[in-house]
């Protein structure tokens, strides 16, 4: 039983979600920030409060990187450890911080008040070496800003204390295209779209040829169509936030500064597919943009572009809700996200049924893209024809993309569809580049004979990141990085891929300490055959593509690392037989093993 004080807040938690079981993981987000953790008491309250199991509590609750079942420290230091903040000299900046607070990483200070840790890609490679602490984002880290931060700590300075300039968060726009520089009115969409009706709209959207921004490309006016068309009590509409996929921002900035416009895209899929309801999953990195946002759709409401009968339509009812993410690569899937919403633990559903069938509480579903609902307002106010004239015959529109890596001018580039590699690498001032990662770890690298592809979904499919390396970076210790990233957020749901991408992993340290063989380097091809074939979503199915691709381009960071041409065991037998030996006195050539024997 949770007891006084502890009770009157979960009271107020629960009160605040209408004490529904599905609002779980927001519940579990709030008590967190709260108490810093979930505690067995507040387990067991929300247990008997909610009337469901405290095994399903704690099991969600474990589920998510940002949920503690024990005390992490009144201060909790995340590093953002994407490949990017390596680059800025995160890692140096995080063992400064460790040596001031006497801390080792991983570990909670003996007083209980910090503990400093790294974390998957925070989406401000713009502006890094970032970090989180009690989940909020600080950029532009340097040896300076550590020292003050390890000061406020050290004096027990409340976080919201803080200097405000640690938490600015740049939009770094560089380059406008359709979407960034679009000069719609709020809600003119609205009123276009209502003239048109559902079926039209459909129509639009497919002529436009609009595809996906998330990264997968599916066409949007099917999915819409097929959204509509199938049975339901209620249809739903849901905008993928989670934005996880390291070096990738874009979606942070169209929240940030077009979220009318996102808005109007989601009003625009209700009305297509026959939604009342709409969420926004927005990663939890991105919480300072929970607010804004919360404000925009209370200004919506105010104009009648959202709530009951929008535009004085009678029938067209909308209304969003913003949904908090707590530290899961993995819910950005989709089927994923929706059991996230669900207030379930993030694992990917087996398909079919796809969410246009069987997507919220089984309910049809659209699950969009953030940048897609903007691309859709656009292509409904422009025409389809206007549009699809825009880009590349099967890629049309524009895209826009996070830049980020070795370049003077990181940030946010909008273009149409079509744009090569080079073209990008020039306006961001990038200069003896040796390769670009495109789409992130699940991407493709390209070297620099391959600078003149196109992004677009004929050649080089982006979800949006373009991470620059030039020729000082070791390409090998970038596919280390992505292959630690996705052994740390495979979901665990599939055997093949939790301990795939960990032997990955282990494979790529053994390469790195030195004791890699050419047997390792043949292994990993197996291993993809193995994850390609039989991983349930895409984090295993290209968990292995960095490493496949860096072999191709730039074999010889690998081959410098190999010890010898043979096969070497990852296991010493004759070393760990050492304490046998000792135990019985004998060290003479008969109690060590022969090379043969091992
Ligand atoms: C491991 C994994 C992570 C994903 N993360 C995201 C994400 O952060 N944002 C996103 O829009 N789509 C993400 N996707 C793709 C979604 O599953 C889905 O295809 C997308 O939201 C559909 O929207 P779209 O048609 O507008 O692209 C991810 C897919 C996988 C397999
Ligand atoms: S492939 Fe990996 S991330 Fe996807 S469901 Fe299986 S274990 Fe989870």
Known sequence: MATGVHAEYLDTILAGHRRSAGDLLQMLCELQERAGYIDPAAIGYLSSQLHIPRARIESVASFYSFLHLKPHGEYRVLFSDNI??????????????????????GKVSEDGLVSIDTTSCTGMCDQGPAMLVNNHAITNLTPRRIQEIGQLIRNRTPVDEWPAEFFRVEDNIRRSGLVLGHALRQGEVLGIALTLGAEKIIEIIKSAGLRGRGGAGYPTGLKWESCRNAMGTEHYVVCNADEGEPGTFKDRVLLNRHAGLVFDGMALCALAVGARKGFVYLRGEYRHLAEPLRACLQRRRDSNLLGTAILGRPGFDFDVEIHIGSGAYICGEESALLDSLEGKRGVPRNRPPFPVEHGYLQQPTAVDNVETFCQA???VHMGAEKYSNIGTPKSTGSKVISVSGDCPRPGIYEYPFGVSVR???????AVNTRAVQISGPSGICVAESEFDRRLGFEDLPTAGAFMVFDDSRDMFEVARNFVHFFAHESCGFCTP???????????????????????????????????LNTSHCGLGRTACNPVLHTLKHFRPAYESRLKSLDFEPAF????????????TGRDDAGAHLTSEDA
């Open 377 to 379: 307002a656009l292509a």
């Open 497 to 531: 891929c939790r301990v795939g991408t960990t032997i990955l992993k282990n494979t790529m340290d053994k390469l790195a300490a030195g004791h890699g063989t050419r047997f390792d380097l043949n292994e990993i091809d197996h291993l993809n055959h193995i994850l």
């Open 423 to 429: 073209e990008v690498l020039q306006e961001c001032g």
């Open 84 to 105: 990017t903040d390596r680059m800025l000299g995160s890692l140096a900046l995080m063992e400064q911080m460790c040596r001031q607070l006497w801390l080792q990483p």
């Open 572 to 583: 010493d037998l004759d070393g760990a037989l050492a304490r046998a030996r000792q135990m």
